[in-house]
């Protein structure tokens, strides 16, 4: 009767052991859907977002291909195409950091990962295109000044917050 | 013995399963060596040894224990751990088979994946290896990047007309730039031709053969001095004795220097001005002075003409217009060395011409510093490898003159 009591006290453990592995594996596989969700979801925004966002870079490049005497006249409209980009991208960053939160999870979905690669690889070549654009910016810049032989306009600083990026590289 | 006997028996049929399964735990771990420590390995191994021995021993007590062998029938006890035997061999082979299978090993490694916290249900059964080509057996997603690469087109160039001339192509020594535009005073269309010269040792004078002060001396045409002089570039230079305005061109005004020796000296022009030339550094001189001065200024090659267009950037026409429009034809300087050679049709119908004037601006909207006037009107000429690129006129046909000496810029 003992040896009884034992088998069956043993075999319930065991059931309750393995019923609340596959609700904690059920639990698990549904986060990860979740994540995914997310994932592509942010994907989408951040991806629609970046291409804005370039666009209004190749904006700013053609604005920049002035002659040196045209300068001061045109100064103001590239600085607020500037403006504008610098507000998309700090626009885009939070989207991005749930991105970055997101593809922490390592779910060994391809088209997650693909995207995750992807999304981090396009948000790095987007801040160094923003930062040359903000380096050709000041040598137009520096151009004129040194064309006026005046120091006329002091450097830009960018406004973009690079916390994406550090984090990112 | 009853209680030896059955303390062997139970170890022998534990043994019979524990031996099989450590084998397959043994398998498994031969399969993803690095995952599994030294520790783990040993105690396996050693498991396997003891549960072997043991059921060795267990068995050989049993079997000397009591009789087990008949030789008609197997005893039940022998039968039972035979029949245990094959059942534990048949559940090693099956947990083998079923380890090695594919289909087995893919839904066990994707089902475990599709978590975030249990994929060692996969990692700790398959290598690295495995698991990895398993999960990505899959077609590769590759999201296409967004090209980033913007092209800054940025010349940097202070106006159209810089940028006109500082780009050119292989570091070209010349180029032709055709200008048009309308004159200052009435607004007249004029149409004319630049040379741009990068580097000015390249531009001589070169001087018509029969030229000179002498009874009988004549003149080329501009063509002609330029095949001579195999030159690239040429443009008629100072002007000449040209009395009734029917001379063959072969007595130049004032002093002309080739080369650093005075080739010439006439009577100088009433055209204001002075020397226009070269010295040794290739900076154009533009000063009226005596012929002692100039070669003692180190003058290389020059003409004596007029008047100065701009001096030391200064536009000497900027507030006045005491000249007609006609062909004209001017050379100049920038502050970087560059010479540019000007001419402008007069007088035709796609061209009425210029006046000084409008020479100074054109010169200073392409940034030169230094320019004079040469000889103009009917002499205005410009050709470009033996061919006249601009439309010289008398007023009323096209008419090649003949002049005593040309700036011409060689190879």
Known sequence: ?169 | MKKRFDYSKTLTIFNLFLVPLLFSFLIIILNNYEKYNSFIKTIVVLSILISFVILIMSFTCLVKEKRVFNRNHLSKKVQLIIGVMLFTIEVFTIINYVYYNDSFKKWLIKTSYESINHKQIATSLYSDYIVKNVVNEDKEYKEELINFDVDYDISLYANKYEEEILTRENDELYKIIKITGTTISSGSNYVGYIAVIYDPSHIKLAKSSGAGTFVGSYGETLATIAKKNNALVAINAGGFFDPNWNSNGGIPHGDVFINGILDSTFKRSDFGGGIIGFNNDNRLVLKRMTTEESINMGIRDAVDWGPYLIVDGVNQFENSNTSWECARTAIGQREDGIVLFLVIDGLQKHSKGASYKDLASIFERYGVVNAANLDGGTSTSMVENGKYINSPWNGVKPTFRWFPNAWIVVP
Not at chain 1, 109 to 133: A, E, G, L, P, Q
């Open chain 1, 1 to 169: 009767m003992g040896l009884v009591l034992i088998i069956v006290g043993f075999s319930l453990i065991f059931v309750d052991n393995v019923s609340a592995g596959i609700n904690d594996y059920y639990a698990d596989v549904n986060k990860s859907k979740e994540i995914m969700f997310t994932v592509f979801e942010d994907y989408v925004k951040f991806e629609n977002g970046a291409i804005d966002i370039k666009n209004e870079i190749v904006d700013v490049s053609k604005a920049l291909d002035i002659y040196l005497e045209d300068f001061p006249i045109k100064e103001s409209l590239i600085v607020e195409k500037i403006n504008t980009v610098e507000n998309d991208i700090n626009n885009i960053n939070l989207t991005s950091l749930e991105l970055i939160n997101m593809c922490k999870y390592d779910l060994n979905n391809n088209s997650m990962n693909s995207k995750c690669n992807n999304f981090k690889k396009n948000y790095i070549r987007m801040i160094d295109s923003y930062k040359k654009m903000i380096i050709v910016y000041n040598d137009v810049l520096n151009s004129y000044n040194e064309f006026i032989d005046k120091k006329v306009f002091e450097e830009y600083v960018g406004k973009v917050d690079y916390t994406v990026y550090e984090l990112i590289k």
